[in-house]
């Protein structure tokens, strides 16, 4: 896949801008501050329907505006594929693909992306949100219909959680609380569903995670990764240990697994009807990842946690590049040579080169090494000024953004 053009209207810092993408390495330099990441985030947004950055859509929408747009043309495949969204600040986004109407969940179907940021190390080093994040983007990736189950689960979620912290304030115990009986359903069935895509996801990058962490470091310290599960009696929110783990899962049937969800759930009850708290499910889980057998959170080197992470978005690309028709998803590195030392960035490059199109962001220029040192666009305050290298592509083109 590859981006051609990309155009925001009240976006971030930018009132308008206009970008043109080339086959290849693309460079981005600038400041921090001036509006690169936002260009990046946008992209990554049509292919994740979420932010790296942010939890909530409100933020990436400019001050003082109802809603952003972001509309990028695509090649995919042999097909040009116009896609857009509107982030409204509140309420439900819109899409058109191709000029039609369409729901926003179609918009991964089209748009593979895969992003390396500083934030990255936060999936490593950060509480298991940031785990379950990076898992769910890349489940939306591979199959665009999980978008709608995981944002069914939420809305479940929410309803349950209501109905626990109302059952508390009114006193409300045992069988006269039959409502929440038909919560449990619907949350069992969402619920196992992301649980089994999660597992066969974990399954599916165990090889690539191997392989990318060895060209990354330079070294085998036979990286792994499981989910630990809250339906087995844990709280890997709570554990920092993870004792739970999916080893005896792999093989269970999607019925079985809802079996012992409804179980853990029925277990819990008490405990939550306390709390108000939905203790069981995924939104409770955790993807725990281990170097030379211990957990890199607490125990892995800074080098090592970030060999980790960069080679959880190289699995991540390679898997997609296996699955995709389409071609390669894109890769952006943004601003990660300032984090890395010279062997890293070098081994990281040329790692990259070879996809179909890479984005890569920075504040420094000379911190992008020689293989992806092609097309250069400089961003400075929301202005976008292309100064192609003429060797990257023959046909010659100027785009401008402008912030007001």
Same mark, same amino acid.
């Given at each position: ?30 400041k ?6 936002n ?36 090649s ?75 944002g069914d ?25 039959t ?13 196992s ?14 090889s ?29 929110? &709570?554990?920092?240990?993870? @004792? %739970?783990?999916?080893? !005896? /899962?792999?093989?269970?049937? *999607?019925? +079985? ?17 306390d ?5 069981v ?74 996809? &179909?199109?890479?984005?890569? @962001? %920075?504040?420094?220029? !000379? /911190?992008?090494?020689?293989? *992806?040192? +092609? ?10 000024s ?19």
């Amino acid at each position: 896949m590859i981006v051609e053009h990309l155009s925001l209207v009240d976006f971030r810092n930018y009132a308008t801008a206009e970008l043109s993408l080339h086959r290849g390495p693309n460079v981005l330099v600038g400041k921090n501050g001036q509006g690169k990441t936002n260009l990046a985030e946008a992209i990554v947004f049509l292919a994740t329907l979420g932010s790296h950055r942010v939890s909530s859509d409100a933020p990436m929408v400019k001050d003082s505006r109802d809603f952003g747009v972001i509309r990028a043309r695509l090649s995919v495949g042999s097909r040009k594929v116009l896609t857009e969204v509107q982030i409204n600040r509140q309420g439900s986004n819109k899409a058109r693909i191709n000029g039609s109407p369409s729901k926003t969940s179609e918009l991964p179907r089209y748009a593979h992306v895969v992003l390396f940021a500083p934030e990255d190390l936060q999936i490593v080093r950060g509480d298991p949100s940031s785990r379950r994040r990076f898992a769910d983007q890349l489940l939306i990736q591979r199959a665009p219909r999980m978008a709608a189950v995981l944002g069914d689960y939420d809305r479940v979620l929410k309803q349950r959680s209501a109905l626990l912290k109302s059952a508390r304030a009114r006193g409300i115990r045992g069988e006269a609380l039959t409502t929440l009986d038909v919560w449990d359903d619907k949350l069992v069935a969402l619920g196992s569903e992301i649980i089994d895509a999660r597992l066969r996801l974990a399954s599916d990058l165990r090889s690539p995670l191997a392989s990318a962490y060895a060209a990354i470091a330079g070294a085998d310290h036979q990286p792994e990764l499981e989910w630990a599960l809250s339906m087995h009696g844990g709280d890997p929110e &709570e554990d920092a240990a993870g @004792t %739970a783990f999916d080893a !005896a /899962d792999r093989s269970l049937s *999607l019925s +079985r697994r809802a079996e012992m969800f409804r179980a853990a759930l029925q277990a819990k009850r008490t405990q939550e009807l306390d709390r108000g708290i939905t203790f069981v499910g995924p939104h409770r889980d955790d993807l725990v990842l281990r170097v030379r057998g211990l957990p890199v959170k607490g125990y892995a080197s800074h080098g090592e946690s970030w060999s980790v992470a960069l080679a959880l978005r190289l699995a991540s690309a390679e898997l997609l590049r296996a699955e995709s028709p389409a071609g390669d998803p894109v890769l952006i590195l943004d601003d990660v040579f300032a984090e890395l030392d010279a062997d890293r960035r070098q081994r990281l490059a040329d790692l990259t080169v070879g996809y &179909e199109q890479v984005l890569v @962001t %920075a504040a420094v220029e !000379a /911190d992008i090494p020689e293989p *992806l040192h +092609r097309h250069v666009v400089h961003i400075s305050d929301g202005s976008i000024s292309d100064d192609r290298d003429p060797a990257a592509d023959s046909e010659p083109d100027t785009d401008r953004g402008r912030d007001e």
